[in-house]
């Protein structure tokens, strides 16, 4: 006797979902929904059958224990998000082959997983480093270096090389892409190249950590903080749009997870730029906001610290991503004496 049957809506589509293991059906319509609802909960039509409860296997038991002591170490949610992810794979790789435990890996088994990951050489080096950290808590002795030494660093092709480089806009470029956005693209794209934010945390500025028109946030992925005066019209504005959509909180008002938040802002963009004829597949989307940002700080002659400190990174870090850009207009500054002595200086004391 089915005692509760709750209806719930995926993308167009209704569903209902019942019983323990729980069951979900599809059904289209809301009102096809609630026919099925009253005829199950009724006894006029038959359940269906409930799927077999699946036995979880020694390797996903460890890679369980692994992310929640990951998680007791106070790591930030990407971070967790990141390890779900690795080991998703690793998981559907170990279903396919019948490996139900690390240790009944081989070498082999460990090559065509590192060989089948998709994306950048340094997407795969990330996945990898996390699977060879687990392999590294979890397996001892000469099993766990033969382990390792199958799951070698992937070195970097040079399409990737080539993806990584900053791709800065131009001024020019960047009055194009405002003019195609909308009142709240515009604006968003206006807060990332005139602060340099990432777009998960542009997309979660509150206001008040603009007030005054001073921006103090932490970026999320290096927890360092971010601190500058914005100009006067950027500040107006953005209290304008926050008070007239009624945003009482975060000035662009996300209703969805940081993540799910910073997706959707990204596909609208990516949409303003191929309307622009700006778009590049082998670059990021709101990245080259950040990357415009550093090119302008660098051009203004801003310090290489302080371009760090603007941006919330590492000097090391900084000044290993952008360091074409701090070659350009180096040959003309070594045209130059390096810098001059002042007369007075330069006088000889009596």
């Not at 490996?99 to 460990?110: K, P, Q």
């Not at 709101?286 to 090119?295: I, K, T, Y």
Request: glycine share 6%; proline share 4%.
């Amino acid at each position: 006797m089915i005692r509760k049957v709750t209806i719930f809506k995926h993308g167009a589509s209704y569903y209902v979902r019942y019983g323990y293991p729980q069951i979900r059906e599809r059904c289209g319509t809301l009102e096809a929904a609630k026919k099925r609802q009253k005829d199950l909960l009724a006894g006029r039509v038959e359940p269906l059958p409930t799927p077999a409860r699946r036995v979880e296997t020694k390797l996903e038991k460890n890679i369980e224990l692994f992310i929640n002591e990951a998680r007791a170490g106070n790591v930030s949610a990407s971070h967790l998000r990141n390890l779900e992810w690795s080991f998703g794979k690793l998981k559907n790789f170990a279903d396919k082959h019948g490996i139900t435990a690390i240790e009944d890996f081989t070498r082999d088994n460990l090559a065509e997983f590192r060989l089948g990951l998709a994306g950048t050489s340094e997407s795969k080096n990330h996945n990898l480093k996390r699977v060879r950290s687990f392999i590294r808590s979890r397996v001892f002795g000469e099993k766990r270096e033969m382990m390792l030494s199958a799951l070698k660093f992937i070195k970097k092709t040079e399409a990737d090389e080539e993806r990584l480089k900053p791709k800065p806009f131009t001024p020019t470029q960047i009055a194009r892409l405002l003019y195609l956005a909308n009142e709240r693209q515009a604006l968003f794209i206006r807060l990332c190249y005139q602060t340099g934010l990432s777009g998960i945390d542009a997309i979660h500025v509150t206001r008040k950590q603009v007030a005054g028109g001073i921006l103090r946030t932490k970026r999320r992925k290096t927890k360092k903080p971010v601190e500058m005066r914005l100009s006067q019209d950027l500040y107006r504005d953005l209290m304008a749009y926050a008070d007239k959509h009624e945003h009482h909180q975060f000035i662009f008002s996300p209703g969805q997870p940081p993540r799910t938040a910073t997706l959707i802002i990204r596909a609208e963009i990516r949409s303003v730029m191929q309307a622009a004829l700006l778009w590049d597949s082998t670059s990021g989307v709101l990245h080259r906001f950040r990357d415009s940002f550093v090119a302008r700080c660098i051009e203004a002659g801003k310090l290489p610290k302080d371009v760090a400190a603007l941006i919330g990174d590492n000097l090391d870090t900084m000044l290993r991503h952008y360091a074409d850009l701090f070659e350009i207009g180096r040959e003309e500054r070594l045209e130059a004496p390096p810098f001059t002595f002042s007369s007075e200086a330069s006088r000889l004391s009596p």
